[in-house]
């Protein structure tokens, strides 16, 4: 079946800019991760979405971040104002759901962003 | 503290070698532990889930975890260069954190021919 989808792959965008990145997780995941990825950084962590529980943004760095996922499925992360250090890879993970903490992730490609 | 840490190496094992990655964590009530594999430039992907004491086996992985001494590792047998990538570590607790599993910053692996 098809895996963890997420467009654009690739975003160049100008400081100041506000950007979109879209992710489409696997059908039936109730789990749903945002992260971001620095060049040979570790996984920096966003967002975590569990079905309809309010989503936990401790990881959002800043307030132009935010992000919403429609209907259980579909996810946006909105980056507003983008700054250089906003840089990074943006990586979409989903999974069956964290019920007895079987949270195997499943990750999308990544969308690279580049603020000029 | 970290709440889950690696080595971060690079681990550098000769083809053939068995390469042994290594990852503690801090949340003593944690049952689920993952290990996912990152080459370079691309996503992770898991290769190892563990939730009992003892030694989970898949192909060349072994997944081993104690849980009263709060650690999981990871061993390859027979090391190719093809393994060589990023290891990370990820550690779940269903009862902290609304369920959210944490990751290590990762482990690279080298193996040199």
């Known amino acids: 079946g098809a895996g963890v989808s997420q467009s654009p792959s690739n975003k160049v965008t100008e400081k100041g800019k506000d950007v979109e990145l879209r992710c489409d997780p696997i059908?039936?995941?109730?789990?749903l991760y945002w992260y971001r990825q620095s060049l040979g950084q570790g996984l920096e962590f966003l967002i975590y979405?569990?079905?309809?529980?309010?989503?936990?943004k401790s990881g959002l760095p800043s307030d132009r971040f935010s992000a919403e996922r429609t209907g259980g499925s579909v996810s946006t992360l909105t980056i507003q104002r983008t700054q250089q250090e906003d840089s990074a890879v943006y990586l979409c993970?989903?999974?069956?759901?964290?019920?007895?903490?079987?949270?195997?992730?499943?990750f999308g490609p990544g969308t690279r962003l580049t603020v000029l | 503290q970290k709440e889950v840490e690696q080595n971060s190496g690079p681990l550098s094992v000769p083809e053939g070698a068995i390469a042994s990655l290594n990852c503690t964590y801090s949340?003593?009530?944690?049952?689920?532990f993952f290990w996912y594999r990152q080459y370079s430039g691309k996503s992770p992907e898991l290769i190892m889930s563990?939730?009992?004491?003892g030694d989970k086996e898949d192909g060349r992985f072994t997944a081993q975890l104690n849980k009263a001494s709060q650690y999981v590792s990871l061993l390859i047998r027979d090391s190719q260069p093809s393994d060589s990538a990023t290891y990370l570590c990820?550690?779940?607790?269903?009862?902290?954190?609304?369920?959210?599993?944490?990751f290590g910053d990762g482990t690279t692996l080298t193996v040199k021919p």
């Open positions: 949340d003593r009530g944690s049952q689920s």
């Open positions: 059908s039936g995941h109730t789990a």
């Open positions: 563990i939730y009992s004491n």
């Open positions: 993970a989903s999974s069956l759901g964290t019920q007895g903490g079987i949270d195997e992730q499943f």
């Open positions: 990820a550690v779940n607790n269903v009862n902290t954190n609304a369920g959210k599993s944490t």
């Open positions: 979405f569990q079905g309809n529980s309010a989503p936990d």
